[in-house]
């Protein structure tokens, strides 16, 4: 597990949940699209199918789209965006698996688990600020943050 006290990127931000006060990274509203939290990993991780668990926090309102990506050891992301602008339009498979859930019922802690195949080496995990994935959801350039996220974790899928 990468807190985001490790992370890199962004905006560290404090959110309260249950009494309790955490840390957590977000992009903040007016940053570009593009822009990204970097969560390194301890030690890289080869190709491989991967379940890949995010804590998130949400007021319940709408935030700008966020990107799954992973890092390799080039510091290239995967999937390129060509591939998001490829599929994400038309493939749910592939937009449930990469897009962090963008209507989150309720505000407070919500975990987010998805499987990723990874071809390449993994040595971090990105969140990175997107335009747009499917025509009917909201834009990168809504105004607000992102939603901020407390902590990833990547295990082996079996």
Known sequence: TVSAKEAKGGEVVTVSTEGRKQVARTIPAQSPIGSSLIFPLPK???AGRYLVQVLLHSEGGFAPPLLLNW?????NLHPPDEEFAKWSGQDYYFTDAFVVPLFLQGGGLHEWV???EAWTEIT???????KQVQ???????F???TRPILE??????E
């Open 44 to 46: 890289p991780l080869p």
């Open 71 to 75: 890092v390799d050891a080039k510091g």
């Open 114 to 116: 998805t499987e990723i």
């Open 124 to 130: 971090a995990l990105a969140f990175k600020k997107a």
């Open 135 to 141: 025509w009917y959801l909201p834009l990168g350039d």
């Open 143 to 145: 105004p607000a943050p």
């Open 152 to 157: 990833v974790g990547i295990a082996k899928a």
